[in-house]
């Protein structure tokens, strides 16, 4: 599980500004600013999954899932989905494989507080640390997209105190910003069409952001009555 929208140009979406900031230790921030992904034992771990199964269990599940008689009802369906999925077999947690987060979140912790997302990210890139997984999530933060940085960083202090359908009307405003801006065509050309993993950021770094930049991508701010999507 990873949310690696930095290495094209874009951000955590799809409610993600909700969810992210629910993490530990602002595991949230470090994983929309890396990208880093997190096996099943770390999302087991953050409350990011409920349970794990088994590959071969999985058709069997989805079968069991589409076959059952939803009634439509809430509390009901939710009895029905607590049964059914106490009837699957789950594996031993510890054959799982190993959390890096076990290893790393206290340091994640420490090396993401802060007030000033230059200092957050200098002392991330910085930190002297033997781990391949580590290292790939700094690789992604070193190559990221500087404004994606921001976003990032904007988001979800803005969330802290958003319902989610306020979320929801705020990542609307920044992915149409995104859009309209060169940087998340030209990630998608580097990652996606071109594939030579060279992108050229409209910015050289997370410092050289101007502020307004960063502003554009929040607004307009939607209420009730002007909402595009029609959320009430």
């Not at 494989?97 to 802060?114: F, M, V, W, Y």
């Not at 230059?118 to 580590?134: G, K, N």
Request: glycine share 6%; proline share 6%.
């Amino acid at each position: 599980l990873a949310m690696p929208e930095i290495a094209i140009g874009l951000f955590p979406d799809v409610g993600a500004s909700w969810f992210l900031n629910r993490l530990p230790g602002r595991l949230g921030l470090f994983m929309g600013l890396t990208g880093a992904r997190l096996n099943v034992s770390d999302t087991l771990r953050v409350g990011l999954a409920d349970m794990a199964i088994l590959q071969e269990d999985r058709e069997r599940l989805l079968d069991r899932l589409a076959s059952e008689r939803w009634t439509g009802q809430t509390a009901a369906d939710d009895n029905r989905l607590f049964r059914l999925l106490n009837q699957i077999q789950t594996p031993d947690y510890r054959a799982l494989p190993p959390s890096n987060l076990a290893t790393h979140e206290q340091r994640i912790a420490r090396l993401s507080a802060g007030d000033e997302l230059p200092e957050i990210v200098d002392q991330l890139l910085t930190a002297e640390v033997d781990c391949d997984w580590w290292h790939a999530c700094m690789n992604t933060l070193r190559t990221g997209c500087p404004v994606s940085a921001w976003l990032v960083w904007t988001q979800l202090k803005k969330a802290q105190q958003m319902s989610l359908k306020d979320i929801f009307r705020m990542e609307l405003a920044m992915v149409s910003e995104c859009i309209r801006r060169p940087d998340l065509a030209e990630g998608i050309r580097a990652l996606a069409i071109d594939k030579d993993r060279q992108p050229k950021w409209s910015y050289p770094s997370v410092a050289d952001v101007p502020e307004d930049v960063v502003a554009a991508h929040f607004t307009p701010e939607w209420d009730d009555e002007t909402d595009p999507m029609g959320l009430e």
